[in-house]
């Protein structure tokens, strides 16, 4: 294959994109996530339980992650709290807001400090496990994704913990 | 927290940060934000260092990891302009800067050195609520006697069963119901992370007496004062922890308060005992210059402190594996014929038999001094977040 057919190749592959994965009118599209995360993105954000358009990427092409997933959520605006557990499944991923088939806005997740009840505590004797007490976590660290317990003050890696 | 535009346009971090909030909070995707964020290709995962024998780097990075950046000091500026406990409530070591365990310790000394006239009348008219979920002897004596010989009073409980808390009210409800009868709370309860909640319930300050196996700041507080009267300085000394280093609380929690003193530490324990990773990274990160051991005769004649732990049957999930490690370091008279003058055996108690009785009578022991020490750090603390000493 010459250099040209090559680049026709990839325009039509570019063409082709938008086939393959529904356009959405309005709504958001959650890039950069961890390659095999997406099911639980959509699983936190319980974007399967109303009648919105839920598209799903899995294992594709990135040139900075290598393999990412990404998930198209029609007609949804996130809170805060959805913003924390974006956060936690996919500390890098970046949101597009797209509203009349455009793009309107790229925005990047950024690590709280604070993790504010979005994560149940691993340690069967936190305070947390026995009282009616809304759990906080402090981030330690994002690389290696590290957080601390606000009441047992015990230190977790982010697979460790679970979320509410 | 929040997002943050991809592309850098104009607009400070903090601006950005509670534009993203207050647009968040009301359910809606922000819209025209900036921010300075590293790129993802510049970050990089750190690798682990070797804990065998780790190595500070030099005093430089010591003194920069102290004082981080000019925020910090602003924060925290040199001591005792800043250091103010009236109202506060005493939970972690952690909470405590280095300023604050230096006050909290000189002024535990001016009370030992106080005339018993002024002593009798420090904390007069003050209630004290020793609250007690879990059995503990020296912990709830040594508040009351500290409250009561400072002219103050105490009410409290030693059984949780006969209280509300068997009607199965809420530790919350509770603190919120004590506070109306008391000036202070000591506590010590079989749940981590206990004491955060009664302080965070209450307007009172609360004590901490021991949270599970989380902190118990008194203790450390006391073990850093008898640190100091025997050796007449908290920094640069070599100090040995021995035995249970992965369960214990009071090493966690004296290896973290002598971080702020540049201690060189010496960690003693079987493999399945090792102190925790998370403890030795903190350690590594703060310059700090530690080695870890599995003999105590290959410690003990460089050494200025030996704080000896017990072993704890009820932590282990196997009994063979405690009894494969209980008899593992018996602290005996024959070992100290080469160990520096200055020496000092601590043990926070109960013993079972990590020191031999015959290491008693030796002018090395110093555990029992140790736990009478407890008065005058536990006055201190009182007396400080009561507002009666400044």
Redesign the interface.
Known sequence: MNAGEAGEDEASRKELRPYKVYAIEEGVVIDHIPPKKACDVINVLGALEGDSIVTLGVNLDSKQMGKKDVVKIERKELSWEELMKIALIAPDASLNIIKGHKVVDKLKIKVPAMFEKVVRCPNPNCITRHEPVDTKFHTVSERPFRLRCHFCERVFEREEVSLI | ???????QRLGSSKAVSSAV?SR??H???????S?G?PS??S????SRPNYRNYKKTSKKTFRKNHHPDPAHQAHHPSYPNNVNFKGRSII?I?DLTREEIIHVLETARKIEAMGEEKKRNLLAGHVLATLFFEPSTRTRMSFESSMKRLGGKTIGFVDPTTTSFAKGE???DSIKMIENYVDVIAMR??????A??AAESTRKPVINGG?????HPTQTLLDLYTIKKTQGRLTGLNVAMVGDLKYGRTVHSLAIALSHFNCRLFFVAPESLKMPK?YLDMLAKKGIEFSEHEKIEEVIDNIDILYSTRIQKERFPDPTEYQKVKDIYILKRSMLGNVRENLKIMHPLPRVNEIHPDVDKTPYAYYFQQAANGIPVRQAVLSLVLGALK
């Open positions: 927290m929040g997002v943050v535009r991809k592309r909030s968040i909070m359910g809606k995707i922000p819209g025209k934000i921010s964020l993802l290709s970050r990089h995962l750190p972690s952690n809420t530790l919350h309860h079989p749940t981590e992370g206990a955060r909640v949270d599970g196996a989380n902190q998370t």
